[in-house]
């Protein structure tokens, strides 16, 4: 029978980062209250989780950069949200800050989660982070869990 290797959703012992984008803030906020809250109830301590706020969702992917470098964080969340408007600003911004990330977390030796909204309204957006649907940050920190365990258990 093949080995299946699975991880856990521990988060004890893990210093995390959360990097913010300020741009949307209300939504941000609440994106950042769900990864904490999720954190903390999975074994976190709230002196292990640094929130790092930027200016908005461009700027995620350069901080997400420095802090993986910095080698002090067991995993980083990148939240933020990008919300549709009325010029193609959304599509660059979507799109640059996804691949921004993608290539951060490509080239980390920690997991690097995507907890970026991409949403054509603010209605949507709340409803993800919280005001209808779940929280995105809450299953962001927990996809953060499960592939922290899974690189520790590969790297035995």
Known sequence: MAKQIKGSFNAK???????????????TEML?????D???????????????????SFEIPIMARKIVESGKYAGI??????????????DYIAA???????QVSLQADVPVVYGVLTTDTVEQA???AGAKTGNK?????MTL????????KIKK
Do not use: Y
Request: glycine fraction near 14%; charged fraction near 20%; proline fraction near 3%.
């Open 13 to 27: 012992g893990l210093k995390i980062a959360v990097v913010a984008g300020r741009f949307n803030e209300v939504v």
């Open 32 to 36: 950042v209250k769900g990864a904490v």
């Open 38 to 56: 999720c954190l903390e109830q999975h074994g976190c301590k709230s002196d292990d989780i640094d929130i790092i706020w930027v200016p908005g």
């Open 77 to 90: 969340i990148c939240a933020g949200a990008v919300i549709r408007g009325a010029t193609p600003h959304f």
């Open 96 to 102: 640059e800050t996804t691949k921004g990330i993608g």
């Open 126 to 128: 709340m409803d993800r």
């Open 137 to 141: 940050g809450w299953d962001s920190a």
């Open 145 to 152: 869990m499960e592939m922290s365990d899974l690189f520790s």
